[in-house]
């Protein structure tokens, strides 16, 4: 009997560390896959100027009360237009709106979600705060008016229009 047990013991050590062997090769070649393709497309590294910072740095003054700060913030690049529609769940649609530069996440920010090594603390964000916004996006319109959005929507650089749209009933 303990002949048997130490047998399905040893069965069992042998079928786990080839599983593990082989998922620490299939974790190898994910890594190595990755690095070929840093490789064959690098980062840029020449990009002079960000919409998405440009984005942030005006939010960051706009929802803080600073307006005329938002407003006079320097896009050094041409801004593209682009559109968006707002679908509610229900697949009403709430809004359609031309957008000013680019739609940004409500979580993307200007500092990295780090702490002081020294102390332990949490670094806040610009204006002060901590923890984390709302899952959602925002953007700015071309007469210079702030939108947040939390649901689904459509987006794309060129104009369109959604004739009918699709009413879920239900779950």
């Not at 603390?121 to 709302?134: F, K, L, M, P, T």
Request: proline content about 4%; charged content about 25%; aromatic content about 12%.
């Amino acid at each position: 009997m303990k002949k048997v047990i130490l047998l399905i013991m040893a069965l069992a050590m042998i079928f786990s560390l080839t599983a593990c062997s082989g998922q620490w090769k299939d974790s190898q070649n994910s890594l190595n896959t990755v690095s070929k393709l840093q490789e064959n497309q690098p980062t840029p590294t020449d990009l002079d100027f960000s919409l998405e910072r440009y984005n942030l740095i005006r939010r960051a003054y706009w929802v803080n009360g600073q307006r005329e700060k938002a407003e006079s913030v320097i896009c050094e690049v041409e801004k593209p237009l682009g559109y968006i529609v707002l679908v509610t769940e229900s697949g009403s649609i709430l809004g359609r709106f031309t957008v000013d530069g680019k739609v940004s996440s409500l979580n993307s920010f200007l500092t990295p979600e780090s702490y002081y090594i020294d102390s332990g603390r949490h670094i806040a964000d610009v204006d002060g705060s901590y923890g984390e916004n709302d899952s959602g996006i925002f953007f700015f319109t071309p007469d210079g008016r702030y939108i947040e959005w939390t649901g689904t929507y459509l987006y794309s650089d060129i104009p369109f229009e959604i004739d009918d749209p699709i009413l879920k009933v239900g779950e």
